[in-house]
T-cell receptor
Framework: GDSVTQMEGPVTLSEEAFLTINCTYTATGYPSLFWYVQYPGEGLQLLLKATKADDKGSNKGFEATYRKETTSFHLEKGSVQVSDSAVYFCALHGGSQGNLIFGKGTKLSVKP | DVKVTQSSRYLVKRTGEKVFLECVQDMDHENMFWYRQDPGLGLRLIYFSYDVKMKEKGDIPEGYSVSREKKERFSLILESASTNQTSMYLC??????????????FGPGTRLTVL
């Protein structure tokens, strides 16, 4: 069945460092892909999404490109801030019931 | 802005109790979802609903039931709470109806502890 695999955390970076969180997927067809973020004590919020191959989603300095050939949707940010500390979830729209399927989440901690 | 609210942020119950978790959304969304979130396991779908009075099982429905009597409200019911149901419960909603998944909007979560 459809699935999402993202790099295990926790990831600890210094402020202004470059961030990459890897996400790969297995799916039939061409699902929409999402990154959600969960700040401490809160629910999930959509960070960005891409609906077709080669689309780039971007928001708040984060970017991810839908790569069909490598079945990947890696999240990147050029210069992280302390306020980016959160758990990041990669997800795809797919599965037998057409719902969102989430990765296990990657916890990011950014130190000043 | 879409708002999804959950009735409690923290809840402590005893084994065997019947537990109700309530979720309300204010954007007239057709779809509503209940997930549980556990460390190392990510989010797992318990139940979802594409319309009033309809429900579909997700990946881990055992031990849970749901109710959707009104479009804006989706309730998760633990018929007889057990310690392995201690978890964070997240409700979400989206527009689009069955087979379509637009962006899901999440509530703040209810952290349930079963003693």
């Amino acid at each position: 069945g459809d699935s999402v695999t993202q790099m295990e955390g926790p990831v600890t970076l210094s402020e202004e460092a470059f961030l990459t969180i890897n996400c790969t997927y297995t799916a039939t067809g061409y699902p929409s892909l999402f990154w959600y973020v969960q700040y401490p004590g809160e629910g999930l919020q959509l960070l960005l999404k891409a609906t077709k191959a080669d689309d780039k989603g971007s928001n708040k300095g984060f970017e991810a490109t839908y790569r069909k050939e490598t079945t990947s949707f890696h999240l990147e940010k050029g210069s992280v801030q302390v306020s980016d500390s959160a758990v990041y979830f990669c997800a795809l729209h797919g599965g037998s019931q057409g719902n969102l399927i989430f990765g296990k989440g990657t916890k990011l901690s950014v130190k000043p | 802005d879409v708002k999804v609210t959950q009735s409690s942020r923290y809840l402590v119950k005893r084994t065997g109790e019947k537990v109700f978790l309530e979720c309300v959304q204010d954007m007239d969304h057709e779809n509503m979802f209940w997930y549980r979130q556990d460390p190392g396991l990510g989010l797992r779908l318990i139940y979802f609903s594409y319309d009033v009075k309809m429900k579909e099982k997700g990946d881990i429905p055992e031990g849970y039931s749901v109710s959707r009597e009104k479009k804006e409200r989706f309730s998760l019911i633990l018929e007889s709470a057990s310690t392995n149901q201690t978890s964070m419960y997240l409700c979400a909603s989206s527009s689009g109806g069955q087979g379509r998944t637009d962006t899901q909007y999440f509530g703040p979560g209810t952290r349930l502890t079963v003693l």
